[in-house]
């Protein structure tokens, strides 16, 4: 048996209660279980409580990425509709037409009227051994889509001229020197630049490939690449450029043979 008393202050009889000894334990050990299984349950319910309260928040995120990405598919199948147009009013003028330039992130670029230019009638006189660079770089006829354009001036700076050209057209050397450099270039693509009497130089941008290596000696005429659309391009085309003393000057002042 087990006996308890409870005495109140002020009270002059205590209170008495006995019980077996089993029934003690039993309410004990039930007791015990009881609260842990309280615990039990607050911890186990407290993460599926957090869960169940960000289901329609996350149910609102789904639904605003599901109307993005509607309207980025709709945002791309538009771009293709407007590339296949521009693809066939391309084909419709001719690979030769220089084509409008899309900015791709880059700042704006400055056209200039177009120009045609070609070699002269019959074959080109061409010196032996290096040579001032006055002979033009090219045997068909092409577009000057962009010319010399000096610092300062209200279109952006452009150092000697664009001509656009099919892709593969050869390219020849403007004069007689040696290949100082070849490379590619994020502006420029695949270039190539020769060393030439009196501090000039020339420098052949945006080939598709290369027909010499750095060191070659090159004679006037001699072609050195074929004309692409590498680096910053938007259309095959050469970009043609004549330094003199590390300065670039207008190639028309010094080739005499476009018309």
Known sequence: ??????????????????????????????????????????????????????????????????????????????LAEVESRYEQVRSMLGADVVPARRHLGLERLAVANALFARAPSGPPRYEIGPSVPHHWPLDVRGVITRGQVS???????????????????????????????????????????????????????????????RGDSVGAGQVIALSGS????TGPHLHFEIRRSGRSIDPSSVVREES
């Open 1 to 78: 048996m087990v006996t308890l008393m409870i005495h109140r202050d002020g009270d002059v009889e205590s209170r008495t209660y006995r019980g077996p000894l089993w029934l003690v334990r039993t309410g004990l050990i039930t007791g015990s279980v009881v609260a842990v299984l309280v615990v039990l349950g607050a911890v186990l319910y407290t993460p599926i409580a957090r869960t169940a309260a960000s289901v329609p928040g996350l149910k609102r995120e789904l639904a605003r990425l599901r109307a993005e990405n509607r309207q980025v598919t709709e945002l791309a199948r538009t």
């Open 230 to 233: 590498t680096g910053r391009s």
């Open 151 to 213: 610092p300062g001036a209200a279109d952006e700076t452009h150092p000697g001229m664009d001509v656009a050209v099919p892709r593969g057209t050869p390219i020849r050397a403007s004069g007689g020197g040696v290949v100082i450099e070849i490379g590619e270039d994020a502006e420029y693509g695949i270039f190539a630049i020769i060393n030439h009497p009196d501090g000039y130089e020339s420098l052949y941008g945006h080939a598709s490939r290369l027909l010499v290596r």
